[in-house]
């Protein structure tokens, strides 16, 4: 059960290509602010604040100096003997639509989710007796707070399908095709050496993808490339050119029409508003 659980202390200087995660996350900052990218989004968390990230969403960390962070990860299969699969959904749905940064939170239920993560880590760092009951008690009582007690937000981001959340087969085949991706993005994919993946025809690929993870693999695809776009743009001085390159675009014509479409502005643009900021 215990590698189903992870709770570590980074800094802000611990940068990490964008990734994708089946298990629930959630990040407490303890000091500075972190630069957080999620799909299109970069969303910034302040000091003693805290963020929910969605389930079969591309994130990852941008470099925060003197930031100060504490992560945690857990897959709800840690509670199997305890939730029956209609009740994971339930928590699924609250984890789903739930406002996910904590400045939306009353300061009560801030204060104690903050309690609990500090508690988690605390756990860990010391390795006291009971560990294991030690932490899924206080992961119980984050998932009661977010289930209960957390207000709903207006607009939700999850794109993977609920029932896929708690099929660890299902889980295995979208794991396979996010590996993949995450191997091959810079090269020329096609629908059709995705699809090989699963021993599926194209076609039915196709279907397979849009149902589990609500878009389309061409979408899904130019979504990663953005973010990886994004990741270079925020951490290296590059010609757009090889930022288009790294990122997996076939030429840097295609990477800024792309771009552009979902980010609204130009790579460039995109580049020195970040670079203001810091």
Not at 100 to 123: F, G, T, V
Not at 217 to 227: C, V
């Amino acid at each position: 059960m215990y590698e189903k659980i992870q709770i570590q202390y980074r800094t802000g200087e611990q940068t990490s290509q964008p990734y994708w995660t089946s298990e629930i996350e959630i990040v407490y900052v303890v000091e500075g602010t972190l630069r957080l990218g999620i799909e299109t989004n970069l969303i910034q968390v302040c000091e003693e604040e805290i963020y929910i990230i969605d389930r079969g969403l591309s994130h990852f960390f941008m470099n925060s100096d003197h930031t100060e962070y504490i992560a945690l990860k857990f897959d709800l299969s840690i509670f199997n003997h305890f939730l029956s699969d209609q009740e994971k959904i339930q928590v699924v749905n609250a984890f789903e639509n739930v406002e996910k940064h904590s400045i939306h939170w009353p300061k009560a239920l801030q204060n104690d989710c903050r309690q609990q993560m500090l508690d988690l880590y605390e756990i860990e760092e010391n390795n006291i007796a009971l560990k294991n009951l030690e932490m899924l008690q206080s992961i119980s009582v984050l998932i009661l707070i977010v289930t209960r007690q957390l207000p709903k937000a207006k607009h939700t981001s999850q794109k993977i399908n609920k029932s896929t959340l708690i099929n660890k087969e299902m889980i295995g085949k979208i794991e396979q095709i996010y590996g993949y991706v995450d191997n091959y993005y810079h090269e020329d994919i096609r629908i059709e050496d995705a699809a090989k993946i699963l021993n599926l025809s194209p076609h039915y690929f196709s279907r397979f993808f849009k149902k589990q993870i609500g878009i389309s693999f061409h979408q899904f695809l130019n979504e990663y490339r953005i973010n990886k776009a994004k990741f270079l743009l925020s951490e290296e001085i590059l010609p757009m050119t090889a930022i288009a390159e790294k990122s997996g675009f076939s030429s840097s014509k295609t990477f800024h029409r792309v771009f552009k479409k979902y980010e609204g502005i130009s790579p460039l643009k995109y580049q020195k508003i970040i670079i203001e900021k810091n």
